[in-house]
């Protein structure tokens, strides 16, 4: 009986040991081609990235529908109030962006939701709204004109740019 | 910008009113389209001759009845046969027609006439004959200046359309929509004009700035759209006779999504700040501005009923995009879309009974429509993508636009405006010069 169990148990791990291998192996495969590229669907790539000042990248990026900032997104505009402490004198836009498949209306709003959701991180580290503008471009203006998930992550981003 | 368009209807002879024997069901998909004959409209000589002149138009007779053929035939409801097979010549058939001879080719309506210059005018009869019945149903003529020819090939379809259908016709008719070109990353858009059928197509900004979502206004010619004139998107008015524009408030962020009310008096439209987009409206008389909705989510694409005493508008309050209901002030919202999926671009119909609006479900985009409480949701098309339906000024026609994918290499990206019956049949490209989006379609120009 109890070895029958025994036995039994051993089988059970035996096979998801493989299962597991399985997935392992073909994952790898998967894991190569995006790797470091998209989390959820967040992009986490730095292809479209630039830079306010070593070290403080320009943008964010947002999962679908959603205007929520990411661990990642936190530490870039974290950098961005420390580097725009510094120069005091520089003030920015936050440029909203939503993807393709959206209504071009609700994605205006989006955008201009995403972009004051990066206002709003900037203000709690210190930088003044006088300093903060915000402008949403909706899905008019996507850095990646491709149709396919990694292409809508890319464009679905708030971009802090230098207005003077 | 525009001359100033008059158009008279100096001969009107009602017909006798008997009960229509031809009668074209516009509820259903129509299948059957009704065979008819549009025979050249007949032109002396003299007349020939200085349309010639004045047109560059070799015989604008057979011009016009061109126009008429062709909306006829994109309505779906009707099959316009072939000239090859007409036994009868055009001046004779419009005094009398022979219709033994129509009902050979197996024409069940008839539309014949003639047009002549007079005064420096061209002035156009027409007459519908019902070839089964052998009698005359309808005959009118117009007068007006000879650059309006088109616009009476429009107005005599409307004029058949109804007397066929029971039903207002939608030809002479307007579409402003956005003119788009270039890459996809960096689009260059104008505002454009065209004829319903594609022709006379204007361009109305020159491309500096971004511009998106034209609306006529259903009274006038104005349209209100959107603007990123010097990098801060605002609603505008533009009167598209006079070229002159403005800016629709004075609101310290972005306003969009605006749309007039039914009596053209007042826009509606979203104004974004901190986040949250809310609704409001400014009465175009006295610049009084109301807000309407006010609420953390997105409140956007608001719509009136066609008695104004609604808006329908879009709303992700419940956590995603769906669309609601309220009085036009505010009060009593309700939420009416409960499908699966999300909604948007709900858009009120002339009719009042409808609201079309675009569905997102499972990757794919879909037109459909709903009775104004939710109920009876009817999808119309499904594709890739597509998008912010219009409808025509009788309630039976919605345009829209479709974008294509792009390939892996980033090719293959195309915009072009769509229309589709109300039934699900029927559904047809609109040419336009360029890439097409953000078509809204403007009331009856004239009647």
Redesign the interface.
């Known amino acids: 009986m109890i070895l029958t169990k025994i036995f039994k148990n051993t089988l059970l791990v035996l096979t998801a040991c493989l299962v597991l291998t399985a997935c392992a192996t073909k994952k790898e495969v998967a894991i190569e081609k995006i790797q470091g590229q998209m989390q959820g669907d967040v992009y986490t790539g730095t292809d479209t990235v630039e830079y306010l000042a070593d070290g403080v990248p320009d943008r964010v990026f947002f999962a679908t529908?959603e205007?929520i900032l990411t661990t990642a997104s936190r530490e870039t505009l974290r950098a961005q109030a420390a580097w725009l402490r510094k120069n005091s004198n520089i003030n920015v836009v936050l440029e909203g962006h939503a993807d393709?498949?959206?209504?071009?209306?609700?994605n205006?709003?989006?955008g201009?939701?995403r972009a004051?959701?990066a206002k709003?991180y900037l203000m709690t580290y210190g930088i003044s709204s006088d300093r903060i503008s915000?402008?949403?471009?909706g899905k008019?203006?996507?850095?990646?004109?491709?149709?396919n998930p990694l292409a809508w992550s890319k464009n679905r981003r708030s971009v802090t740019v230098k207005a003077n | 910008m525009l001359k100033k368009i008059y158009l008279l209807i100096i001969v009107l002879i009602l017909p006798t009113k008997v009960s229509a024997l031809i009668e074209v069901d516009i509820t259903r998909g129509n299948l059957n389209p009704l065979p008819l004959a549009v025979s050249p409209l007949s032109i002396d000589d003299k007349s020939k001759k200085s349309f010639e002149k004045i047109l560059n138009k070799e015989n604008i007779g057979s011009e016009i009845s061109i126009i008429v053929e062709n909306n006829l035939r994109i309505s779906g409801l009707f099959n316009p046969l072939s000239k090859d097979a007409f036994l009868q010549a055009p001046d004779i058939a419009n005094l009398k027609p022979r219709f033994e001879d129509w009902n050979l080719i197996k024409a069940q309506a008839l539309i014949t006439g003639k047009v002549s210059y007079y005064d420096g005018k061209l002035r156009v009869e027409f007459r519908l004959w019902d070839v089964l019945a052998a009698k005359e149903m309808m005959a009118l003529a117009f007068t007006t200046v000879p650059s309006n020819w088109r616009r009476v090939g429009h107005i005599i379809s409307d004029k058949v359309y109804e007397r066929l259908t029971g039903e207002k016709g939608y030809f002479d008719t307007r579409i402003i929509y956005v003119s788009e070109e270039g890459?996809?990353?960096?689009?260059i858009k104008k505002l454009a004009i065209m004829d319903q059928d594609g022709f006379n197509n204007k361009f109305l900004t020159l491309g500096n700035e971004?511009v998106?979502?034209p609306r006529f206004n259903p009274t006038s010619q104005m349209v209100t759209y959107?603007s990123y004139f010097k990098?801060l998107?605002r609603v505008y008015l533009l009167d598209i006779e006079t070229g002159t524009q403005e800016v629709v408030g004075d609101f310290p962020?972005?306003t969009?999504?605006p749309r007039f009310s039914p009596d053209g008096k007042k826009i509606i439209m979203?104004f974004?700040n901190?986040?949250?987009?809310d609704i409001y409206t400014m009465d175009l008389e006295n610049r009084i501005v109301e807000r309407i909705t006010n609420h953390p989510s997105?409140d956007?694409?608001p719509s009136y009923s066609p008695d104004g005493k609604y808006i329908a508008f879009?709303s992700?309050r419940s956590g995603?995009?769906q669309i609601y209901v309220m009085k036009s002030n505010g009060r009593n919202v309700k939420r009416i879309s409960f499908g699966n999926g999300l909604y948007?671009?709900p858009v009120w119909s002339p009719r009042g009974d409808l609201i079309a609006f675009?569905k997102?479900h499972k990757?794919k985009f879909y037109i459909g429509v709903m009775r104004t409480d939710g109920s009876g949701e009817r999808l119309l098309t499904e594709n890739?993508?597509q998008?912010?339906p219009s409808w025509s000024p009788n309630g039976r026609v919605l345009i829209f636009y479709r974008?294509t994918?792009?390939?892996?290499k980033?090719e293959g990206?195309s915009a072009k405006l769509w229309s589709i019956d109300l039934t699900g049949y029927n559904e047809r490209l609109v040419e336009t010069p360029t890439d097409a989006?953000?078509p809204s379609w403007s009331s009856l120009l004239s009647n």
């Open positions: 529908n205007s393709e498949r959206g209504t071009r209306e609700y205006l709003a989006l201009e939701r004051n959701a709003d915000v402008l949403s471009y008019e203006r996507p850095v990646d004109s491709g149709s | 890459p996809k990353t960096q689009r971004l998106l979502t959107l990098n998107p962020g972005m969009f999504a979203s974004a901190d986040g949250k987009s997105i956007t694409s879009n992700d995603y995009q948007g671009t675009t997102l990757g890739y993508y998008e912010a974008e994918k792009t390939n892996a980033g990206f989006s953000d």
